[in-house]
């Protein structure tokens, strides 16, 4: 079981250029809000957070975040990453309170991708990550598809999916269907290309 913790400072210098300044000395901007407190402004090393979130599982996984001694858990709202470096430039991240309900993006994982391949389709992923609703305790490392009976030509939608106990697919919950996966056949098949060319 790994160990998700954060380590943050409170901030009281607001604004663009304190967040440009926070930058520069490698400390990130974030913000905690949710629950019945008010919203904090935080720091923290870039370093760090960085570290945490090189594991995919910390993006949906409850953290404890320690903002100056003071311990709460909370999950990943919003990470804003640079264009084209892709550091990250700022995190929201919303309190987690027993009981109560929160929406989380899952990662995906596709597994038994061979099987239509060797059908003779190609994989195209549509979603790589899903938003669920559940309690904290519920809330998934990821979410499970299995392409071992996909057929060329297939669909899988959010429907097609088991979601684990407790835990409910925001869209799905909205009446939107979404397309996680199709298999369809290559676009132009290796014999037909080489016909052409004689």
Known sequence: MTDF????????????????????????????????KPAESLTIVAKEIAKLFENEAAYSHVIELNVDGTKQNVIVKAMQRHPAKQF???????????????????????INEEAPVKKGGEISHVLNEIEVSCEAKDLPEFIEVDLANA??????????????KGVEFVALAHGDDKAVANVHAPRVAPEAAEGAAE
């Open 5 to 36: 913790t954060l380590n943050a400072q409170a901030r009281t210098d607001l604004g663009k250029g304190a967040s440009r300044r926070l930058r520069h000395a490698l400390n990130i901007p974030a913000v905690v809000y949710g629950g019945d």
């Open 151 to 164: 057929e060329v030509g297939a669909i899988i939608h959010l429907s097609d999916l088991k979601a684990p």
């Open 88 to 110: 990250i430039m700022h995190a929201d991240f919303v309190r987690v309170v027993a009981g109560q309900k929160l929406t989380a993006k899952v990662p995906v994982h596709f």
